[in-house]
């Protein structure tokens, strides 16, 4: 049975990376004869990254790469969707008879899975949402089973993105969401035709890089244990770029809140005698969480106790290093997943409801910092509060893990039951 996999973006984010590995490994222990393919927009990285997978490697855009001037690139983009979308509405009025005129990619498989994680919202623009439902429309228009696979979804700004969203959303078949919140969002924008469950992010089950190997990573990044504390951080620009603060005083917030996050830094390597290690979760473009690093690191008087992950690691890597801290600070999502997933007490730095809903099933919400509450004091505080209970809060994490992680591998559950009800093995 061939399942396509939708929505995520480069591997080159480890969060996508995790996302789309854990989903093969859980659909393929319940559906063995399960075939993936992945509809990529960078197609050489993810083949690569995938390539131990077996998954087959989609291209998204086939022709709009070759363009260097990024306004002729996005315009090639936009004519590819156009005329994909085109050929498949010709191959709905004309029927299955006629699958030549499709690409193969489209027709050959039983399923769409979108994975998308948390773009099914207005946080991220308009267009990004077109975009991101429009392999779900594909799928719509090709009669295919859709699965919306444990995600965050809304809120929805404006009536028209309403109307669009929930009309698409009301022909899947499943959509499964990992908060509170996002089940909300659902059914107070009408989606109530396909069946909806609450479960949680598919990288609970992601096991991390252990042993020797880990020891190796370990020794090669300078991550002694020769400190009372190993203090880890990940930190984003896209979370204030994407948050509800003030766009149009961006810089001057961004620039000011690397400096609280920076003299915190400051204060905590200086009194409790911790080391400090940064960890790049996204490694793309404006996303680069490297830059940001640079930033912080620019403000500190400290910088012998800190250090940056240098390498280029795969995300079971990147959870194995970060399961070695004992503390944790982070605004990427699953960053902040690998921390909690290793019983590490972490403080998440939150722009959008998919952070608090992260917390909150897990019982963690006293330790969530809305990114725009940043100051000393307020970090401070919460650090402070974590300090003391991590005893209690590791404790804690191992208790609430294993249901957790029953509710991860329930979204693969609910997608058997389609493919047997449907009678596609």
């Known amino acids: 049975m061939k399942i396509l996999l939708t929505g995520a973006f480069s591997a080159l984010n480890k969060g996508d990376e995790a996302r789309v590995k854990c989903t093969v490994k859980m659909l393929s222990d319940v559906i063995p004869d399960a075939i993936f393919g992945f509809w990529s927009t960078q197609p050489m990285i993810d083949a690569r990254v995938y390539d131990d997978l077996g998954i087959k490697i989609e291209p998204r855009y086939k022709y709009a790469g070759k363009f260097k001037n990024r306004h002729l690139c996005a315009l090639a983009k936009i004519f590819e969707m156009f005329w994909d979308l085109f050929f498949v509405i010709i191959w709905r009025l004309l029927g299955k008879s006629r699958n030549q005129i499709l690409r193969s990619e489209f027709v050959n498989y039983k399923m769409f899975v979108d994975v998308s994680g948390e773009s099914l919202t207005s946080y991220y623009g308009y267009i990004n949402l077109l975009r991101c439902l429009y392999p779900i429309y594909i799928g719509i228009l090709l009669k295919k089973p859709i699965v919306i696979f444990a995600q965050t979804i809304g809120p929805f700004d404006g009536s028209i993105q309403k109307i669009i969203a929930s009309k698409i959303l009301n022909q899947v078949d499943l959509i499964t969401v990992r908060d509170q919140s996002s089940f909300s969002y659902l059914r107070k924008y009408g989606i109530s035709k396909p069946t909806i469950k609450q479960t949680a992010d598919p990288a609970f089950i992601l096991e991390p890089v252990r042993g020797n190997k880990l020891q190796s990573i370990l020794k090669i990044e300078k991550i002694y244990r020769n400190r009372k504390l190993i203090l880890g951080m990940t930190i984003s620009r896209g979370s204030y770029r994407h948050s509800i603060l003030a766009k149009d005083d961006i810089d001057r917030i961004v620039d000011k809140s690397y400096y609280h996050i920076a003299k915190f830094v400051d204060y905590v390597v200086e009194t409790l005698d911790v080391k400090l290690v940064f960890f790049p979760h996204a490694l793309q473009g404006s996303e680069d969480d490297r830059r940001v690093l640079d930033n912080i690191i620019g403000y500190l008087n400290n910088k012998d106790k800190i250090l940056m992950i240098s390498g280029d690691y795969s995300s079971a890597v990147i959870k194995g290093l970060i399961s070695n801290c004992d503390l944790f600070i982070g605004s990427r999502m699953h960053a902040n997943i ?31 910092l809305n990114i725009e509450d940043i100051r000393f004091d307020r970090l401070n505080q919460k650090f402070h509060d974590l300090y003391c209970n991590r005893l209690i809060i590791r404790h804690h994490l191992e208790v609430a893990l294993e249901e957790i992680r029953h509710k991860s591998l329930l979204n693969a559950d609910l997608v058997n039951e389609i493919v047997m009800h449907r009678g596609l093995n």
Do not use: C, R, W
């Open 338 to 368: 690998a921390a909690l997933s290793s019983n590490v007490p972490t403080i998440g730095i939150a722009y959008s409801h998919k952070m608090h809903g992260l917390f909150e099933l897990l019982g963690q919400d006293d330790y969530v």
